[in-house]
Nanobody, 115 residues
Framework: QVQLVESGGALVQAGGSLRLSCAAS????????MRWYRQASGKQRELVAT???????NYAGSVKGRFTISRDNAKNTVYLQMNSLKSEDTAVYYC?????????WGQGTQVTVSS
């Protein structure tokens, strides 16, 4: 079994920054793509950013230029640096990882941006 645990969510003012972390533990071998999703109240979950094992990244248009995804393969940890936060970034943020043939999800961490 693999567990993903997110941390770093908080209440922040618009224009501020936060850094989310997600650590994978358990039977962790060959962690492939890692991703951050978010789900705002009443909306569908959306993909925010993806990072491949080699470090290549992709971002949703709404966060490009403001958010940066990174990973530490030695620690099986993925990060999301969020800058210039807007009220519309308010959501529960989930990390997601492909490990061997399965995809795992974390429990989510709340990010609230006050305007």
């Amino acid at each position: 079994q693999v567990q993903l645990v997110e941390s770093g969510g908080a209440l922040v003012q618009a224009g501020g920054s936060l850094r989310l972390s997600c650590a994978a533990s358990g039977y962790v071998f060959s962690v492939n793509a890692m991703r951050w999703y978010r789900q705002a109240s009443g909306k569908q979950r959306e993909l925010v950013a993806t990072i491949a094992p080699g470090g290549s990244t992709n971002y949703a248009g709404s966060v490009k230029g403001r958010f940066t995804i990174s990973r530490d393969n030695a620690k099986n940890t993925v990060y999301l640096q969020m800058n210039s936060l807007k009220s519309e970034d308010t959501a529960v943020y989930y990390c997601n990882a492909d490990v061997r043939t399965r995809t795992y999800w974390g429990q989510g961490t709340q990010v609230t941006v006050s305007s």
